[in-house]
């Protein structure tokens, strides 16, 4: 049996810059006045229920699935600012 640990440290450099589909799907939804719809992106199991739900939901009207990293760039923090709903799982 191989041992193992829980604890471990991983490094990560930044990232700079933003990305090009996620500003385009932004853009392309403000004028529609869709509704964004956030979920949790995380690697457990709730992150992953979080996000079929957000999927379900987003194939709705008036609807859009936003990436979740997106909140940090330009367009979907202004997106998510000029709507009066949004949804968040």
């Given amino acids: ?21 996620g500003e385009a799907w932004a853009e392309d939804k403000i004028p529609q006045k869709k509704i964004p719809v956030l979920s949790c992106e995380g690697p457990c199991v709730r992150g992953n229920i979080a996000r079929r739900a957000a999927n379900f939901v ?6 859009a699935r936003a990436c979740f990293p997106k909140r940090f760039s330009y367009l979907t ?13």
Wanted: glycine share 8%; proline share 8%.
């Fill in 1 to 21: 049996m191989q041992k193992f640990t829980t604890d471990f440290t991983v490094q990560v450099d930044g990232v700079t810059g933003v990305c090009p589909a």
């Fill in 77 to 89: 923090p202004r997106w998510r600012a000029g709507c009066r709903k949004r949804i968040k799982s």
């Fill in 58 to 63: 987003a194939q709705e009207e008036p609807f």
